[in-house]
């Protein structure tokens, strides 16, 4: 009893910030133990169990997959995405190696893929040091630009697998010219796929343009868009706050209360990640920019002029 309820004490202490399958597993584990466990050995699992909480996870049931978040440097984030069946597990855009590293001890998860948006030192940059440490890691990047100890070139169309996940690899041009993004395909309507864009999309915002034009991001816009609303994204940097401050003081009346909401989420220090592809068609003007009414708000006519005047207003902003 005393177990147990030590036990609850986790469960309600921790709850609110994981939600995942593998406090599910580890609790599984605990609970099955039989009352002649030694003592040891529980407390051994309860001190991993615990040790997760470190690294948030906020998917649930409904999504495909856990997903754990990685803060690095000042304002990236890197992932850790497990595949539930099989334990398999990927780094996305791991630029701080030691920072996906420390995380995947922590949790007990072995990666053995990295997955590379594009080339800046910041989301492939870790690739080699990786790869000196764990010698038959699989580095899947775009064919289209240099990718440090890339393993596996990908370009529009290819896919991958992830355990029992499969994973398309989208080509979104623009912030590079070979930038892709990934996205953990669903087998069910009800069950949330999963999007990695890089640095193309972000919650209320999109990537700079270095490589590319406003016709390409509008291209990508377009086609994030058509992935079912429920997909949560996780961008590659927290950005939000000083997107919706722009995006706001283009349309009060489209941004302003979202930028209240995410205002109140940083100021207690939370992450405004995953976002959902439906919320990023809500109030992410550079997602709506196929709308007359966008276009018309920063004196434009096309898809692709307002794209372009939302950026330049942005970069100066
Ligand atoms: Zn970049």
Known sequence: MRILSTLNKIIVLTSPLYTGSLLTKGLTSLLSSSSSSSLSSLSSSLYSTTLRMSYENKQTESDIA??????MFTDNYGYIIVDRDTGSAAAVDPGEPQAIMNAAQTLGINIQQLWITHKHGDHSGGNEFIKSKVPGMKIYGTKHEAIPAITHELGEGDSLQLGS???????????????????????????????????????????????????????????????????????????????????ASISNEICQRKYEEIQKVRDAGESTVPSTIGDEIKT????????????????????????AELRQRKNNF
């Open 165 to 247: 996940l499969k994973v398309k690899v989208l080509y979104t041009p623009c912030h590079t010219s070979g930038h892709i993004s990934f996205f953990v395909e669903s087998p069910s309507s009800s069950i949330a796929p999963i999007l990695f864009p890089g640095d193309t999309l972000f919650v209320g915002g999109c990537g700079r343009f270095f490589e590319g034009t406003a016709d390409q991001m509008c291209d990508n816009m377009r086609r994030f868009s058509e992935l079912p609303s429920i997909t949560k994204v996780y961008p590659a940097h927290e950005y939000t706050l000083s997107n919706y401050k722009f995006l």
């Open 66 to 71: 856990d997903v754990y978040i990685v803060p």
């Open 284 to 307: 992410n003007l550079f997602m709506k920019v196929f709308e007359s009414q966008v276009q018309k708000l920063v004196g434009q006519d096309t898809p692709s002029k307002a794209m």
